[in-house]
């Protein structure tokens, strides 16, 4: 009889490893995408993830561009020795801007994309102590704000901009960008006809959406509703890297 229990346990131990366990179901959907296309979309995917949305944001709140917004390009000078100054005062390029500004300057690029440009930015917010360093260099107030009153740059609704092809060509605007001299004055109508339909092309743009220009610089912009904001000072973080 025990022989027999023993002989019967062997062969049900036998039938349990010899049974084929059941096929996984995986939960993710088959495709015919090559690896390649796989990376291309996973790629993608994460692009369209990383940009934010300024709908639930308050006007005044500071952000930065390049999170809400692919369709710029930058050439932030303050972050080079590529200025007047012939030094860096930024630690790193970033164009940071109120809400409102931001907004402000997405329409008026979209404008611009139509007709097949878009934005170039030489400077947006800009520090108040970094007012100090230019007024000390250049105390013109036709040029440099003056930092005890604050520049419109220091409360995050100014900018320094030109224009740009789509394929990141060069627009002619007659002068680099600070350039302190006649030449780079709104109202100096001795210039070729490109340059000035260039430059009008901008400012109407700007103006439209809520900007005004002053008269000395071709490439300065103050947002209208921002003249009554508040100074701010703070330093950005330098870990990420500003695309175009």
Same mark, same amino acid.
């Given at each position: 009889?025990?022989?027999v229990?023993?002989?019967?346990?062997?062969?049900m131990?036998?039938s349990?490893?010899?049974?084929t366990?059941?096929?996984?179901?995986?939960?993710?959907?088959?495709t015919?995408?090559s690896?390649?296309?796989?990376?291309?979309?996973?790629?993608k995917?994460a692009?369209?993830?990383k940009?934010?949305s300024?709908?639930?944001?308050? /006007?005044t &709140?500071?952000?930065? $561009?390049?999170?809400?917004?692919? =369709?710029f390009?930058? *050439?932030?000078r +303050?972050?080079?020795?590529?200025?007047?100054?012939k030094?860096k005062?930024?630690?790193?390029?970033?164009?940071?801007?109120?809400?409102?500004?931001?907004?402000?300057?997405?329409?008026?690029n979209?404008?611009?994309m139509?007709?097949?440009?878009?934005?170039?930015?030489?400077?947006?917010?800009?520090?108040?102590?970094?007012?100090?360093?230019?007024w000390?260099?250049?105390?013109?107030?036709?040029?440099?704000?003056n930092?005890?009153?604050?520049?419109?740059?220091?409360r995050?609704?100014a900018? /320094?901009? &030109?224009?740009?092809? $789509?394929?990141?060509?060069?627009? =002619?605007?007659?002068? *680099?960008?600070? +350039?302190?001299?006649?030449?780079?004055?709104?109202?100096n109508?001795?210039?070729?006809?490109?340059?000035?339909a260039?430059?009008?092309?901008l400012?109407?743009?700007?103006?439209?959406?809520?900007?005004w220009?002053?008269?000395?610089?071709?490439?300065?912009?103050?947002l209208?509703?921002?003249?009554r904001d508040?100074?701010?000072?703070?330093?950005?973080?330098?870990?990420?890297?500003q695309?175009?």
């Open positions: 009889m025990i022989r229990l023993i002989l019967g346990l062997s062969l131990i036998l349990c490893k010899e049974t366990p059941e096929k996984k179901v995986s939960s993710k959907p088959e015919n995408l690896p390649e296309d796989s990376l291309s979309v996973v790629s995917q692009e369209e993830v940009l934010k300024l709908d639930n944001l308050s /006007d &709140t500071f952000i930065r $561009l390049a999170d809400y917004s692919r =369709d390009s930058y *050439d932030l +303050y972050a080079t020795e590529n200025n007047f100054m030094e005062v930024y630690e790193c390029g970033e164009c940071y801007l109120r809400a409102k500004t931001a907004k402000a300057l997405m329409k008026a979209d404008e611009l139509k007709k097949g440009y878009r934005i170039r930015f030489f400077d947006c917010y800009r520090p108040r102590s970094v007012q100090y360093i230019m000390e260099i250049v105390p013109n107030p036709q040029y440099v704000a930092p005890d009153k604050g520049s419109i740059h220091n995050g609704g900018v /320094d901009i &030109t224009l740009e092809t $789509l394929d990141g060509g060069g627009v =002619d605007m007659g002068t *680099d960008f600070d +350039y302190f001299g006649k030449r780079a004055y709104h109202d109508t001795d210039l070729p006809e490109e340059i000035l260039n430059r009008k092309l400012k109407e743009t700007m103006e439209r959406n809520g900007f220009s002053i008269r000395t610089e071709w490439w300065h912009y103050n209208g509703s921002a003249s508040k100074i701010a000072e703070f330093a950005w973080e330098c870990d990420t890297v695309g175009d």
